[in-house]
């Protein structure tokens, strides 16, 4: 039986290609008449630079953030060790007016008792072991005795903490102003680098931020795909985005600036919640979420190797957050942000 396969072609596969090589590089040269020229690669190398530093003085930030929550916290605690001392000193004093006034009563009735020298000892403790003299005092004087030695020592230990946490104190105030020089080191760099691009250059900058901020906004506004928030994260998220356009700030805590872990702080006190000050400290303050796909509206987002960064997550592969110097509260792709996606958080 005759075949009707047609012949085979050895020539019809490399014309075809050299055919579409060709239609390729006719179309390269014809794009390339028409394209922008490329950046200036000098330029791109600023633009990195100044990205890289603003991140540095947002990983400064959130250590100044934590040593200034310590530091908070420590003077709270020496403020009430040193208000306990206080009312401490007091009854001490009443205890010692007390068993004085005993005392004189004695002398006056005649003869000076164990008791009377005793509170006139100096070192209450070395004269009962040289003189062996409770046996000699009353019940009473006895259980004063002892009332105050107890207070005595427990004023002894509470100044003694005070002291300690009054040099832990000293040593977090000089953290908050070596972070506070890198952060202002850093920034004042950036800010350097960002006079040394053209004005062309800046512009364009300007107009990229503005592009990713309308850009989020109008995807996170066409609805999301993720569980709507409920409680307490539905009205920190909802006082959230009321600050979108707000400025970064770093340190800042609102109501009118913010950095990144500084929104949510604020965020979730509108809400009546006291959270953690620092992105670290956030990334374990509720519920962990390791898939993106699980998130809820609300839920916070902790990107970073060093957890440095913080958001709300608003849907659509969304964040609202605050996210570096130069730029406002805004919404942002959660992957175009650069920055790698840790976990999530449930408040």
């Known amino acids: 039986m005759a075949s009707h396969r047609r012949p085979k072609q050895p020539g019809r596969t490399r014309t075809s290609v050299l055919t579409a090589t060709a239609a390729a590089a006719v179309a390269l040269s014809t794009n390339s008449a028409y394209a922008d020229p490329a950046p200036d690669p000098d330029a791109r190398g600023v633009q990195a630079e100044i990205d890289r530093l603003h991140e540095e003085a947002a990983k400064a930030t959130e250590k100044y953030n934590g040593a200034e929550e310590k530091a908070d916290k420590l003077q709270d605690q020496v403020d009430s060790i040193q208000d306990s001392v206080a009312r401490g ?3 001490l004093n009443d205890l010692r007016d007390g068993l004085g006034s005993a005392a004189t009563a004695q002398y006056r009735n005649g003869g ?3 008791s009377v020298q005793l509170l006139l000892s100096s070192d209450p403790d070395d004269y009962l072991e040289r003189a062996s003299a409770l046996d000699q005092l009353s019940g009473t004087q006895v259980a004063a005795i002892e009332r105050i030695q107890d207070k005595q020592r427990n004023l002894e230990q509470q100044r003694d903490s005070a002291a300690e946490k009054l040099d832990d104190l000293a040593d977090t105030r000089e953290e908050l102003a070596d972070q506070k020089d890198k952060v202002q080191s850093k920034l004042a760099k ?10 062309k250059e800046r512009e364009e900058r300007r107009e990229r931020e503005e592009r990713a901020s309308r850009a989020s906004t109008e995807r996170a506004e066409r609805g999301t795909e993720a569980a709507p928030p409920t409680g307490r994260a539905a009205s920190a998220y909802e006082a959230a985005a009321t600050r979108v356009g707000m400025p970064y700030a770093w340190g800042a805590e609102g109501p009118n600036s913010f950095d990144c872990s500084g929104l949510v702080v604020w965020a979730y006190k509108q809400a ?6 620092t992105s670290q400290a956030q990334a374990s303050a509720g519920t962990r ?14 990107l970073r190797n060093d957890l440095g960064h913080v958001g709300f997550y608003a849907g659509n592969g969304q964040m609202l957050h605050a996210p570096y110097p130069g730029v406002s509260v805004r919404y942002e792709s959660i ?5 790698p996606f840790m976990w999530g958080v449930r408040i």
Do not use: H, K, Y
Not at 190 to 199: D, F, G, K
Not at 272 to 277: D, E, L, M, T, Y
Not at 335 to 339: C, L, T, V
């Open 89 to 91: 000193q007091d009854e």
């Open 112 to 114: 000076l008792d164990p």
């Open 190 to 199: 950036a800010r350097e680098l960002l006079n040394s691009l053209t004005e």
């Open 272 to 277: 009546g919640i006291s959270v953690p000050r």
């Open 289 to 302: 979420i390791n898939s993106m796909s699980d998130l809820r509206v609300g839920d916070l987002v902790i």
């Open 335 to 339: 992957s175009g942000s650069g920055m």
